[in-house]
């Protein structure tokens, strides 16, 4: 310990403004030595009014005394303070609390100090050396404590400290009656920190080591030396202060030095399969290394929190239920924060230059969400490195170098927190041959910190080289991936990747080096690293969504995507999509090679009355299908595009009002709905909307159209010129 604070010295902040207990009255139980009186003693010169308690007995409870309470007040009053002595035992707590209402007026502190020792070991403690350690440490605290209650209710202020012992929290020989109160008084506080809340009452443990009468034969004699009591009246002064918003937390505290201290509880495991099994004891002896396995341990900040996560171990069972037997489930905690949903949206190409994609890059935004294909990667975290498709091949190892991500799906059930923690299970619902390789459906559920279901979805990955094992060739467990409609999309988006797209998406967690290391790319026959195909798929969503959901996540209920082909960092994704209902198929492609590398895709959207507002402008306007024609040469142009060096703005009208607006920005290379976004145009176009369908189609002469005020140009009209260069002859732009 003085070796951490030896390390620490060098950060002691600069002395701030004086905290002050002016006005405050704090009761100190045995305070009339030791850690009480120097509870005391600080609590007066910062103010407070005190009253010095100690029935004045000897170290095992024997006898008492006014003296000691006494000298202690006098001590205060000698250096200006004001204190009152109380002679009361702890177990007459209201007789003390009394004290402080009769000569002050209100009691806004008190702490539980009074305290004594009956060490023996465990077969020589006698009923009385039980009873009256428990009445002075356990018993004491509860009466002293519950006289201030009401009074601390009734001014919405309290602050209550309980002294517990390392002898309670970790035990220690010939204490077991001490250990026992000392570890009682804990779980009093824990209580007292909850029911005191609403009311501003804190109430904390202060577990404390120092040189007293208590310790003085207990403790080696050159450490006694430098643990003295006036050490740790400061951390245990300011647990007391109105400023200190502490509650609920076990402190400990020596020579200097201070921390906080809680229990932690192991990951656990499930000791049967499905919720119809029992437990078998010899599974308890196998599981347990699992049982009392601590890494990973956590804190669990309530009882709700506990019981939440016995929730989740009951859904695990549930899923175990679907486990095909002799296959194994693996779970794994998933922390996010506001920062994991902004890089994640970064990392799939969410721009603040689209001020709708602002509410996933900025956490005060008031519509901060994630885009939901984030709610992946619980799951996939969950299953990375976890072991469980190891050994799922009948007969055959399978080389994560050569297992492939070949599908996804996502079933978002409920709306998530933006911050938390989600636990995942992930189990292998089916293993198939497909004689080249086996594939292995793996089925993910994600429960939230209430044990509530929130998303689910199915990882279908190919292990290369596992095929033959005599298996089936399909299950009716696999969540199909469905072909398009057979016609041209109804809308279309494109997008370029930037170079450092996979070197950014794989913050998000998935560290593969294919992705990012040029030797592991070439080991895996790529001339370059590849990007991840969540990462594509992350694009898609999102213009789906953009496209037939006004970037609204909420709208979002699901997706299924096969990956057929990687993409390189720097590629344009296109997303071709096809509006069937609710349901949005989808096919992505690289803009520069024309191949599709994602397809069989669609995502489910929310059906509500307002759900597809672009959709609704886009079937009354014929003309979107103009600008996403546009925008698909513009992508696959993009240089020559770029040098045409113009702003253009369309204001598209329906029987003479203007029904909708587009702006390409060829110097950025954009192409979207709305006014120019930090630009000005440099050429406005007002045209009828089937007048700019018929232009397109070339059944209009745009010069007739110009001539007989069909085609309005504000501005730079050779850029115009320009723009129809970039089209080609038929679309007549
Ligand atoms: P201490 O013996 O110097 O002070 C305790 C005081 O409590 C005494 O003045 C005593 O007369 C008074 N007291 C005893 N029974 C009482 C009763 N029924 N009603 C009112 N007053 C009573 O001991 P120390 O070390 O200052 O201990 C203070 C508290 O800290 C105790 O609760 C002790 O168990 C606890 N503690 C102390 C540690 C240490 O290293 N000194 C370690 C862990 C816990």
Redesign the pocket.
Known sequence: MLKVLRRQLHTFPVMADKLRFDGRVAVV??A?????RAYALLFAERGASVVV?????G?H?EGQSTN?ADSVVQEIKRKGGVAVADY????DGHKIIDTALNNFGRVDIVVN????LRDKSFARISDTDWDLIQR??LK?TFKTTQAAWPHFRKQNYGRIIV?????GLYGNFGQANYSAA?MAVVGLSNTLAIEGRKYNIHCNVI?????????EDI?PPDFFAE?R?ELIAPVVVWLCHEECEETGSIIESAAGWAGKCHLVRGKGVILRQKLTDDVILETVRDKWPEVIDMSGAERLESIQEASGSLMTALEEMKAGGAVPTGQKSVSGQYSYTNRDLILYALGIGATVTDPSDLKYLYELHEDFAAIPSFWILPGQVAMMGSGLIGDVVPGKEVDFSKVLHGEQYLEVLKPISTSGNLKSVAYVADVLDKGSGAVILVNIESFDESGEKVAQGQMVVFAVGCGGFGGKRSSDKQIPALSHPNRSPDASLSQKTIEDQAALYRLSGDYNPLHIDPNMAALGGFDRPILHGLCSLGFSVRHVLKRFANNDASKFKSVKARFSKPVIPGQTLRTDMWQQGNRIFFETSVVETGSPVISGAYIDLVETQNVYPNRVSAKALKSEEVFDEIEKRMMANLDKAKKINGVFLYKITQNGQEAASWTIDLKKGKLYKGDPQGTKADCTITIEDQDLVDMAKGTLNPQVAFMKGKLKVKGNIMLMQKLRSLTTEESKL
């Open positions: 139980t045995g009339g030595a030791g850690l009480g308690n100690d029935l004045g007995g170290r409870g000691a009361n035992s702890v177990e100090n009074a305290g004594i002075v440490h004491g002294t517990a012992s390392n002898s000392k577990a404390p080591t120092a040189a007293s009468r208590l310790t403790l643990l009591p």
